[in-house]
């Protein structure tokens, strides 16, 4: 497997952008493809990692994860150390609820609602950088770490492409890639359907899961048109529709079964009718997004500049069962949560001297966000019991606004040969319906390089991370007073924006031009330390914040490329705490309020110990891998007091190319086995802090794929 090893970065030359970028670069002799390696190249400089911890992944590597390019964003992500699995495909970085914020070609995607639709697509991508750590002044908000896809192009696809993968759980996913160039302009296309029978993970340590379909389209374009050979337009668009049974925690699907009890009485609803079992529960979400980046780019000697509007809307639709959601939970709620957001971005490097690279840029974006409710509960006395069989029908409809903006000026001082020193401001604000905040943020890296072998980096930074606009208000809370959708309390402060000052240092050692490791340490002190829980059964993620937080951990990484063989071995350990719960504390009951308010506790998504490693052999034709993952500190109980079990995931797959079969062009097989060892593996147990329903990891999987060249 290709490698996974930090890359400490001392220049924007260096860094996993442009080597990828060169990567991907075709023959010398061919001038109108060596501009588009150029402009490649010179947009890497606008954006280094300069300090930060650089993870990058190949389409080699990629090819090596179990189901290939069919498998989900979340999946590639969680080879790279620091990164652990959660339930609704989630992952956490270094510790953090989110706070990923998601780069296509070096352009800030705007953030998307919490759903479980994973809308990035692994068949775009070239190559995916993973930046964290201190990350230089140019990276804003979302601070946790920085995705950043370099998408395929037409003249890197060297043929168009035809898929069709499919296997357990009744698994099929047609898929195809269109690409090419065509004088000035580039284009690429991929258009894909997904439909299975395990959507969202299962509640229940069963093999398959009860009503928990899932189908899911997906389309993403590239085009871009070279105006000359120092600039050129690019435009990305992106949508995705997904539709998802929200699967019920019953072992058996037996709508015989009288092994039920119903909590409420509903008028003209039999609690003893089989069709009542909550194994027929209905529920179910669908998630919408969509969005479009137009970039200008344009790179002369000394100066790089890119330019880039963007938009982006987001909606999920959760639609209840009327009467089993009445009966077994006392409301039925129909929810819409849309999110419309527009920006621009702007970014530039000068050489203002052999030692000195400045860089300036800023951000502003404005969202807007609405959470529809057709609610239908029982009336209620002050202890929470029914007293009435007839539901009342509330419908209440918010809106929240939020103005994210942030300018930034640093400086690359080339201090030496072998030593860079990065080092800027940053000035952000949030304005919205519920406040009004705002930060000047230092942030400086050394880099040195003392050798061919070692590289070492230490940096410190200060961060303004603002909350999602998902403000629930006290007349929201009021409307609902005296049923059984009450809040468990009245208290409803807003989400402030988190502030943290964060540090880092590590090492990166290459032993020989195939072997290198790596060392990362780091900690971050955090005030209003925001999290995010679901608080009802639909998948719809809400902010709330700690007063105090604090996480530290450790990164170890390891990679050996050499020939057809390619190794890696990734660990790490993360420790978190948080203290006072002090906005949206209407969602949480007294007793575990005052528990947090005087005691500092785990966070639920912790991973504490988290390993993953792999080994494949690859040829012309052939490839071969075996893959590891393992877990263990996932949060579960009454203040997050109890710890997830341990786990370990084996998974194997073998691919092969038939050259020149269709007319000419190569047919490729792949076959994988995920969880090969069939381990029974909890993620959630529907305990802890922000935590509703229990997941489990996915049961043994055999999946098969075939791709066409033509």
Same mark, same amino acid.
């Given at each position: ?163 069709? @993968?499919?296997? $357990?759980? =009744?698994?099929?996913?047609?898929? +195809?890639?269109?690409?090419? &160039?065509? !004088?000035?302009? #580039? *284009? ?107 970039? @200008?780019?344009? $790179?002369? =000697?000394?100066?790089?500049?890119? +330019?880039?509007?963007?938009? &982006?809307? !987001?909606?999920? #639709? *959760? ?107 940053? @000035? ?14 230092? &942030? ?267």
């Amino acid at each position: 497997m290709g490698a996974v090893a930090g890359r400490n970065q001392a220049s924007g030359e260096s860094g996993g952008r442009g080597a990828a970028a060169a990567a991907a670069e075709p023959a010398a002799g061919r001038e109108r493809i060596d501009v588009v390696g150029h402009l490649n190249r010179e947009r890497a400089r606008i954006f280094p990692g300069l300090g930060a911890v650089d993870y990058t992944i190949d389409q080699r590597q990629i090819a090596a994860t179990p189901q290939g390019q069919n498998a989900a964003f979340n999946q590639i992500l969680l080879r790279v150390p620091g990164v652990v699995l959660d339930s609704y495909g989630e992952v956490h970085v270094r510790g953090e609820h989110g706070g990923l914020a998601y780069r296509v070609n070096g352009v800030l995607l705007p953030e998307g609602l919490n759903g479980f639709g994973q809308e990035l697509d692994t068949r775009i991508i070239q190559s995916v950088d993973l930046l964290t750590g201190t990350l230089p002044a140019q990276f804003g908000f979302r601070t946790a770490g920085v995705v950043d896809v370099n998408t395929k192009t037409g003249e890197s696809l060297k043929h168009n492409q035809v898929s069709l @993968y499919g296997g $357990s759980y =009744d698994s099929v996913v047609p898929s +195809v890639q269109l690409g090419g &160039r065509h !004088g000035k302009l #580039d *284009y690429f296309t991929t258009l894909s359907f997904t439909r299975n029978n395990i959507g969202i993970e299962n509640p229940s340590d069963t093999f398959r899961p009860v009503h928990d379909v899932t189908m899911q389209e997906k389309a993403f374009s590239y085009l871009s048109c070279h105006v000359d050979d120092v600039s050129r337009v690019t435009l990305l668009t992106s949508t995705s529709y997904a539709r998802f049974q929200i699967p019920n925690s019953f072992k058996t699907f037996d709508m015989r079964s009288p092994d039920y009890t119903t909590l409420y009485d509903v008028a003209g609803v039999d609690p003893h009718d089989p069709a009542m079992n909550w194994a027929g529960l209905d529920d179910s979400q669908t998630e919408q997004n969509d969005y479009a980046v137009l970039s @200008y780019q344009r $790179s002369t =000697d000394r100066m790089n500049v890119q +330019v880039s509007p963007y938009f &982006r809307y !987001g909606r999920i #639709d *959760y639609a209840p069962d009327r009467d089993r959601d009445l009966i077994y939970q006392g409301v039925s709620e129909h929810e819409v949560n849309d999110f419309t957001t527009g920006g621009v971005q702007f970014d530039l490097s000068y050489a203002i001297a052999p030692q000195h690279t400045m860089r300036v840029g800023a951000l502003g974006q404005y969202t807007s966000e609405r959470l529809d409710t057709d609610t239908l509960a029982f009336p209620a006395d002050a202890n929470g019991r029914q007293i009435s069989d007839v539901p009342v029908r509330l419908i209440d409809n918010t809106e929240n606004w939020a103005i994210e903006a942030g300018v930034y000026l640093q400086d690359e001082y080339r201090i030496a040969r072998d030593l860079t020193f990065n080092y800027g401001l940053r @000035y952000d604000r949030f304005a919205s319906s519920f406040g009004r905040e705002g930060q000047l943020s230092p &942030r400086a890296n050394m880099v040195w390089k003392p050798g061919r072998i070692a590289t070492l980096h230490i940096g410190y930074a200060r961060y303004f991370a603002p909350p999602s606009p998902q403000y629930v208000y006290p007349s929201t809370l009021a409307r609902f007073a005296g049923t059984t959708n009450a809040a468990a309390n009245m208290i409803d402060d807003a989400t402030r924006v988190e502030r943290s000052h964060y540090v880092d240092g590590g090492i990166l050692l290459r032993i020989t031009p195939d072997f290198q490791i790596s060392l990362d340490a780091y900690a971050k002190w955090a005030h209003d330390l925001t999290d995010l829980g679901q608080f009802g059964r639909a998948v719809i993620l809400a902010p709330f914040s700690y007063r105090r937080g604090r996480v530290h951990g450790a990164e170890f990484g390891s990679s050996w490329r050499h020939g057809p063989w390619s190794v890696f071995g990734n660990f790490s350990y993360v420790k978190t705490a948080a203290r006072d719960i002090n906005s949206a504390q209407y969602q949480f009951d007294a007793a575990e309020l005052a528990y947090i308010r005087t005691h500092a506790i785990q966070l639920d998504h912790q991973g504490e110990f988290t390993a993953t490693a792999g080994a494949s052999w690859s040829t012309k034709r052939d490839m071969a891998y075996v893959d590891f993952v393992y877990g263990y500190g996932l949060r579960s109980g009454f203040a997050n007091l109890e710890k997830q079990p341990e786990y370990d995931v084996f998974n194997i797959g073998y691919q092969h190319s038939f050259t020149r079969v269709r007319f000419g062009h190569d047919v490729t097989i792949r076959a994988d086995i995920v969880n090969l060892l069939d381990e029974r593996y909890q993620l959630r147990n529907g305990s802890g802090v922000g935590i509703y329903q229990a997941q489990y990891g996915q049961r043994r999987g055999a999946y098969f794929s075939v791709v066409s060249e033509f």
